[in-house]
């Protein structure tokens, strides 16, 4: 439950009035300009449907990637447009600024269409979050809602200083992204495993941290686990590691004693004699890894050892990759961990960093109960920490 709990869509009257809405349509594109990725695009869909049925006027806004406050031919709207027309089925158009007259005026032109603003941080004034840009953002429209969950952890103009002018309310995917990964914080069904893996260590203290308060098991692997192993005393020859972490994970590991908590290390490894796609590779133990090479992915006897006890989870989450999964021969700790994770009978919430991508690569993404549209945003949820753009909606 949010804390003050917030108002959504359904606790408005929306029909006849226009809404403007900001979404997270920050994308990856292939070189020619066309969506990679449209998980972000369909996530706002059942909020886009609800306003269109409910007879709402919308105008969509989003960044996407990161100009900075100057127009980059590469980095406009256009193709995400085009992307969400085809999911929608209804007609989109995209223009090329996102406030003044040109905008108002397009908008009255094109009464039967969702209209999608141009890229917001093409303005020095989105991520300065300043009020004149927020006043004008919000002059287009008669309502806020917010459904970007993956940017609500920016205190922008288009998250936070427009709903200093308007009615301001969350979306559907907002809503169900701050239940379900707040949820894990709460109340979840045990055994509660967290997975995590990933390059650094550094980046996952402040959720180690909140899921030691909650968890039954956190397993490890991927690039961080080594400033654990390092922390235990075995050497891990070339492997990366963040030595200067080594206080704070010993202090992670104290406090997991005392709360009973079971934090895994991988107890094998594959290791490679380079950081390259064609190193070449073998797998030794976890204490045997050689000085001059370096670890790449875990090992299987690790991967037994982790599906057993994901088989007997009841709430699995998942954030990190297990090893350099883009490389074939460093896959194979992220993929069969993934498969794992889509055979337990657990809830299965997967949130942040690449672990989404694994799992596009290996065709797993339909096979989990809920894949985060958010990376820092679940984090920082995860951590405990409030999200900027979430505590400026109105309250119920
Ligand atoms: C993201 O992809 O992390 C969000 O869209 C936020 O983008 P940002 O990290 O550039 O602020
Ligand atoms: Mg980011």
């Not at 390259?276 to 090479?293: C, G, L, M, R, T």
């Amino acid at each position: 439950m949010l804390n003050p709990p917030k108002k959504t869509i359904r606790d408005i009257d929306v029909s006849g009035k226009t809404v403007l809405v900001r979404v997270d349509f920050n994308v990856p594109l292939d070189i020619d300009r066309n969506v990679v990725d449209d998980t972000r695009i369909r996530g706002a869909l059942p909020t886009i449907h609800y306003l269109l049925d409910h007879n709402a006027r919308l105008i969509l806004m989003s960044h996407l990637g990161r100009p900075k406050g100057q127009v980059v031919e590469s980095l406009r709207m256009v193709p995400v447009g085009r992307c969400l027309e085809s999911l929608l089925d209804y007609p989109v158009v995209t223009l090329k600024e996102c406030v003044g007259p040109r905008v108002k005026e397009a908008i009255e032109k094109n009464p039967g269409a969702v209209i999608l603003l141009e890229n917001l941080r093409f303005y020095p004034g989105e991520k300065e979050n300043l009020a004149d840009f927020s006043r004008q953002l919000a002059e287009l429209a008669d309502i806020y809602v917010n459904d970007a969950f993956g940017t609500s952890h920016r205190a922008h103009a288009s998250t936070v200083g427009v709903t200093a002018y308007l009615p301001s309310v969350m979306g559907l995917l907002m809503e169900k992204e701050l239940e379900t990964l707040g949820g894990l914080l709460e109340d979840p069904a045990r055994p509660f495993v967290v997975v995590l893996g990933g390059n650094k260590v550094s980046d996952k203290l402040g959720v180690i941290d909140s899921f030691l308060e909650i968890a039954d098991t956190i397993i490890t692997g991927g690039g961080m686990c080594f400033t654990l192993i390092k922390n235990m005393g075995l050497e891990i020859g070339n492997s990366v590691t963040e030595e200067d972490q080594i206080p704070q994970v010993a202090n992670a590991v104290k406090k997991a004693r005392k709360k009973s908590v079971r934090i895994m290390v991988p107890s094998d490894f594959v290791v490679a004699d380079r950081f390259d796609k064609n190193a070449n590779f073998k797998v030794v133990a976890a204490e045997a890894i050689p000085s001059d090479w370096m670890g790449l992915d875990i090992g299987p006897a690790t991967v037994d050892k982790y599906c057993s006890v994901l088989n007997g989870a009841k709430t699995i989450f998942w954030n990190g990759p297990m090893g350099v999964f883009e490389w074939p021969s460093f896959a194979n700790g992220t993929e069969s961990i993934a498969e794992c994770i889509a055979r337990a009978v657990a809830t299965t919430i997967v949130g942040g960093g690449d672990s989404d991508a694994a799992l596009r690569q290996f065709g797993l993404e339909d096979k989990m109960d809920f894949v985060s549209t958010g990376g820092g945003a679940a984090m920082r949820l995860l951590e405990g920490k409030k999200l900027p753009a979430v505590e400026a909606l109105a309250d119920i």
